[in-house]
Structures are given as C-alpha cells and as structure tokens.
C-alpha cells in the first residue's frame, strides 16, 4: 500500500506561507558584490563561515532570494548579488502527496511543487549504482528527493510497455529506473 497520503498540518503552513513570500528574484539585475561564505551542503544543512544557520526563519529568508544564474548560484537583492556554494542542489523534498491526480512535494523550506512539464522530476545514478532523484522547484532551482520519499514514489509507480518503472503527474510520465 502506498505511503503517499496527506501532508502534515506543519507542512502544509510552512508551505503555504511559502508560497506567499516569494520576490520576483529573476527580474533583478543588481551588480555582482563577490561571494559571501554560505555553503549549502548535499545533506541540506546551511552554513555560514562553517557553522549551520540553525534559525529556520533565516534559511527560509535566503532561499526566497535564492537565485540559479550560468556562472553559480547567488543570493540576489534589488541593489546586490552575492555568490554562493551549493554541494549538490540547494533544497531537498522532505514529504509527497497526491492531489487531483498529480504528485504534490513539499521542501526543507516550504516550497510546494507540483510534478508536471514545468516541475519534472529526474532520477541520475550515481558511480555506485544507487539513484539520485531530483525535482525542479522555481527558477532553476532543484531539490533532491530525500529517500525515504523515493521509497513512497517507488511503492507506488507502475511499470509503462516498456517495462520502466514510473509514475504519471500533470500529464507527464515519471521514469523513476528500470530494471538492470
């Protein structure tokens, strides 16, 4: 039986919250001011000088300013850029749902991103053959599936004619593996 179901009541506030907050961050220009020493580590954890930024509040502040551009990531104000270092992709989906028909994700900082054309979701596989699943959430930005929500995804997809393994949201079909 699957696992995917309702969001948590906390989930679904920080989400909506969320969504009400974001600055309109892709039609700033402001000059490049240099790097600032913020790490975004693979695990999800936000540094500053080395040490996590442990106020939530903070990190969900910077990641609605949070901006992909070809030369890295940056966090970007109407009059400044500062550059960025991301390990892997800046945010992670911590929980899934299904709505109408479409599978909902939620991230590490409130962002809730429906999968379809606009918001694919993508599985690499990394050198030692376990996979690597991602969604696009905004701009560019991506969130790596956290495993366990993986897990949810697999228990719940369907094999297409071709044999892969998937799971279809707005109207695509999901590949999520096949098998070796």
């Known amino acids: 039986m699957s696992m995917i179901g309702a969001f948590p009541a906390g989930l679904i506030g920080i989400a909506q919250a969320a969504q009400r ?7 700033w220009n402001p000059p490049n001011c240099g790097a600032i020493d913020i790490l975004i580590r693979a695990d999800g954890v936000w540094l ?9 509040e903070l990190i969900r502040l910077f990641s609605t300013v ?18 960025i270092g991301v390990e892997d992709v800046p ?22 991103t429906v999968a379809g054309p606009d918001h694919p979701i993508r599985v690499e596989v990394s050198p ?6 991602y ?5 560019g930005l991506e969130a790596r599936i956290e495993r366990s929500v993986f897990y949810e995804l697999v228990e719940a997809a369907q094999r297409d004619e071709t044999g892969a393994l ?7 079909w999901f590949e999520l593996g096949r098998d070796q």
Not at 66 to 83: A, F, I, N, S
Not at 96 to 107: E, K, N, S, Y
Not at 128 to 133: L, W, Y
């Open 21 to 27: 907050t974001l600055p309109p961050v892709d039609l």
């Open 48 to 56: 500053h000088e080395g040490s996590p930024i442990g106020r939530k």
């Open 66 to 83: 949070l901006r992909k551009d070809p030369d890295g990531y940056c966090l970007v104000t109407p009059v400044e850029k500062l550059t």
């Open 91 to 112: 945010f992670r989906a911590v929980a899934v749902t299904r709505r109408d028909g479409d599978l909902v994700f939620i991230t590490d900082v409130g962002d809730e």
């Open 128 to 133: 030692d053959g376990e996979p690597r699943p």
């Open 135 to 139: 969604i696009h959430v905004r701009g």
């Open 166 to 172: 998937g799971l279809r949201s707005g109207g695509v």
